[in-house]
């Protein structure tokens, strides 16, 4: 009994302790996160404490996105996201910069025309940081499996670093319950920023020098950034970051933007203007009022951006490009070196110029124009008529201020006397030469001027050219170009061609013709009309010689036997007074039909200038001409000289003589020093323009 009892026991224990072991089971769970493998040589073993893994996801998503950051050794980490997790193979491609700085950000693409920026979920990427850098893979692939909630991915990947020279990075990683910590789409911490240049500097400076470019978005390594200045290929950086790129600039660049291109995205900087550059200078020596040419490099097609002195005297510059300026010297340069400079930049230095005061010739040599048959004569070049402004019809000299004034067909303009400096005054689109009929000649801009005491010019418009203006009397203000339009001289009070007159009186004095030849005083607004000469018969006015503050002489006719003059004081005129006896000794040839050219005063003694010639004179041949003085305004005239104008000129076939000859204008005045400007020109069509009008010019006879 006993040997039975012993063998049921131990099956029976036997089947209570499976019966124990099938009820009540202690399963073991072998899948934990870890990540192993290899980066640029360096064996990988991570183990569940040393990655960190986050699911982004919105409600109502299927799938979500995932960071899995894997912590390394020496502080630094691997960081995979993958943009959508589902089972299957993700190539990732280059979609942010190889290089970055430690902890800097990517690029983010603009990918839309309109330049949005992409949406919060980045594209997927691997990311490895350590001390010095930031790397993301240019290329490679990730291999997804998920399991319930456990995620494994395997991945091969291809990195640069930032010599450009490609390191790999394989492995596998586990992720035990991928979605334990989640957040929203909102939370995802994108490696992205948009590409943008903050700052250059320096903004200006020569060619060679160093500019640093700050921003966001570049790439470290050099070759990913692709730099230009304007059109120009800046080829490779002295150095990168992800926020400064430095570079040399090149003398064969030009002025212009920086333009940044990564990855395919885009931006420019600001203007980069470099230090003008003097290469050579035409002349080393030139006179006032010359022209002087300035070759080089990096100037600007617009001269306003630039300056240009000689010494400490600015210049006036006529034209620029980027390789010339043309500057001409203006009157009170001294000699000095030439200097070029951007406006509100430092200038560069150039070559002295050493000025000289004599007059500069732009026309014909003196001697090709004027032919001497009596007297010690000199003459002058003063303006052509080829002139930017030109040609000229009449003139007027401020002798106080020793400057000439020229009224021109395409402006007026002010001659110093003593530099021959040539300075615009204004254009045709001012109010002095604007023309109703929209015609600008001879027959339509300013007839007549006066330079007054009180420093402005007076004028009036031709009678011709505006019909149906209610004002053609002027007063310009010389410093502000303003001008104060004063009344009408044409249809109310007659035709004021023949002179201006205003005292330090404020009067105005204008010879008219309304029913009869008259001299009229009006006050400063050409209002309370005085008639101070009445019904001068026998010859219409022809020149008014100023003689002091409020007085002058108002002469008449047109032909030297023939002329007599009125004196005028304040509002006293006096009766009419012959002056043929007194100009017979400037008789050319001994004709009496002598015509006169102008009078003009200055010291208290008048000087004419007379001209004729044999034949009908309407065919303009050649005129002789003589010049005199009458000392103290008294007695006779007394000849200082005579000479001929040789130049010609060509008109349907037929040779013709340039020449000086009495118009309706003022063409002939005197200087404070006794010597005369006169005006060489040729004949005018119908229409008012001259048949040659760049011959001839204002001219000076010295004697």
Partial sequence: ?????????????????????????????????????????????IG??????????????????????????????????????????????????????????????????????????????????NSQNTFFAISGKIVIKIDGDNL???????????????????GSAKIKDYKSIQRPRSQINSPASNLSITSISPDYGPAGMEVTIKGTGFSALKSENSL???????????????????????????????????????????????????????????????????????????????????????????????TKIVFKIPEGTDTGSITVSRKGKPAVEGPELTITAEPVNVGPPINEIFEVISGELTFEEVIVNSHEYGP??????????????????KGLVSINLSTKSITKVVDTSNEIFRSEIGIINALTIPQTIFA????????????????????????????????????????????????????????IYIPEFASGYHLAAYDENLANRNLLIEDMTGGLATFIIPMGENSFRLVRDNTLNSLKYHEING????????????????????????????????????????????????NYPQFEYTLGVQQGATGNFQKKGGFRIKQTFEYQGTTYYVSSRKTFNKIMGVDKDGSIYFLV?????????????PLGGIYKVSF
């Fill in 48 to 129: 569940t404490a040393g990655i960190q893994s986050t699911y982004f996801s919105d409600q109502g998503e299927i799938t979500g996105a995932l960071e899995v950051g894997a912590q390394l050794p020496n502080s630094e980490r691997l960081t995979f996201f993958i943009n959508e997790v589902k089972d299957g193979t993700v190539n990732l491609s280059q979609e942010f910069p190889a290089v970055m700085g430690l902890g800097s950000f990517g690029l983010r693409k603009n990918e839309s025309k309109d330049n949005k920026r992409i949406a919060n979920t980045p594209p997927s990427f691997v990311k490895y940081a």
């Fill in 571 to 618: 509002t006293e005129a006096s009766g009419e007074i012959a002056m043929g006896a007194t100009l017979s000794g400037m008789q050319v040839g001994g004709q009496a039909l002598t015509q006169p050219v102008g009078l003009d005063q200055t010291g208290g003694d008048i000087y004419g200038l007379f001209g004729g010639a044999e034949g009908n004179v309407a």
């Fill in 681 to 693: 020109s040729t004949p005018m069509t119908s229409q008012g323009v001259q048949v040659a009008g």
């Fill in 152 to 170: 494994t991915f395997e991945w091969e990947v291809i990195f640069k670093d930032a010599q450009g020279n490609t390191f790999t990075s394989k």
């Fill in 392 to 409: 000229f019809w009449n003139l007027e000299i401020d002798k106080e201020k020793n400057i000439l004034y020229a009224v021109g067909e």
């Fill in 452 to 507: 007054a005491p009180d420093g402005n010019l007076y004028g009036i418009k031709s009678v011709f050219g505006l019909p149906l203006s209610p004002n053609n009397v002027f007063k310009m203000n010389l410093e502000s170009k303003a001008v104060t339009m004063l009344g009408n001289s044409k249809f109310n009070n007659g035709a004021g061609l023949n002179g201006i007159f205003v005292g330090a009186n404020k009067s």
């Fill in 1 to 45: 009994m006993k040997n039975i009892v012993l063998p049921l026991l131990f099956l029976f224990l036997v089947f209570q302790s499976c019966k124990e072991e099938s009820e009540d089971p202690q399963p073991i769970d072998s899948f934990t996160s870890s990540l192993e493998g290899d980066l640029a040589g360096q064996s990988l073993s």
């Fill in 228 to 322: 230009k200045l304007g059109d120009l290929d800046l080829g490779e950086l002295t150095s990168a970051s992800a926020t400064e790129l430095k570079v040399t600039v090149p003398e064969n660049g030009t002025h212009g933007k920086f333009y940044l291109t990564v990855l395919g995205a885009s931006a420019e900087s600001g203007s980069f203007f470099y230090e003008p550059i003097i290469e050579s200078v035409d002349k080393n020596a030139a006179k006032l009022g010359e022209e002087v040419v300035i070759n080089g490099k990096h100037f600007d097609a617009d001269a306003s951006l630039l300056e240009v002195k000689v010494g400490e005297k600015v210049m006036e510059i006529l034209s620029a490009t980027l």
